[in-house]
């Protein structure tokens, strides 16, 4: 099966098709879709804030929306702290709240930029 091929049977499947095919190559080739947002977030890190105030070495992000996309969100926090469903949903639920304190700057970008690649407005304190 070719490239075309497989694009025509995509634009044959239903929502509910797509969804579960997205989700069966998710579990198939453990990824998601947050990960190429993750990947990325070192990027804009390096500009630096221009402030001139002294670098903080720990952050706390912290969640203040959630955004239209309020079950993305919740997935993605889910998947970017390693808790469990219901914890993440509390605290999307909860917001604005910390999601995560005392963190490196690198992961606290990258818990960030998954976040708000969904939609949440997301700051680091």
Same mark, same amino acid.
Request: glycine share 8%; with cysteine; proline share 3%.
């Given at each position: ?17 797509l969804?579960?095919?997205?989700? %069966? =190559? !998710? +579990?198939?080739?453990? @990824? ?10 070192? *990027? /804009?890190? &390096? ?13 706390d ?14 997935? %993605? =926090? !889910? +998947?970017a702290?390693? @808790?469990?469903?219901k914890?993440?949903k509390?605290?999307v639920?909860? *917001? /604005?709240? &910390? ?27």
């Amino acid at each position: 099966m070719d490239k075309d091929q497989i694009l025509e049977a995509i634009d044959g499947m239903s929502v509910m098709e797509l969804h579960e095919l997205v989700e %069966a =190559l !998710k +579990e198939k080739y453990n @990824v998601t879709a947050a990960a190429p947002m993750m990947a990325m977030a070192g *990027a /804009p890190a &390096a500009g630096g804030d221009g402030d001139g105030a002294p670098e903080k070495s720990t952050y706390d992000v912290i969640i203040n929306e959630a955004g239209q996309q309020k079950i993305q969100v919740i997935k %993605a =926090l !889910k +998947e970017a702290i390693g @808790v469990g469903l219901k914890e993440a949903k509390e605290l999307v639920d909860a *917001a /604005p709240k &910390a999601v995560k304190e005392d963190c490196e700057e690198e992961e606290a970008n990258k818990i960030k930029e998954a976040l708000e690649g969904v939609g949440a407005t997301v700051e680091l304190k």
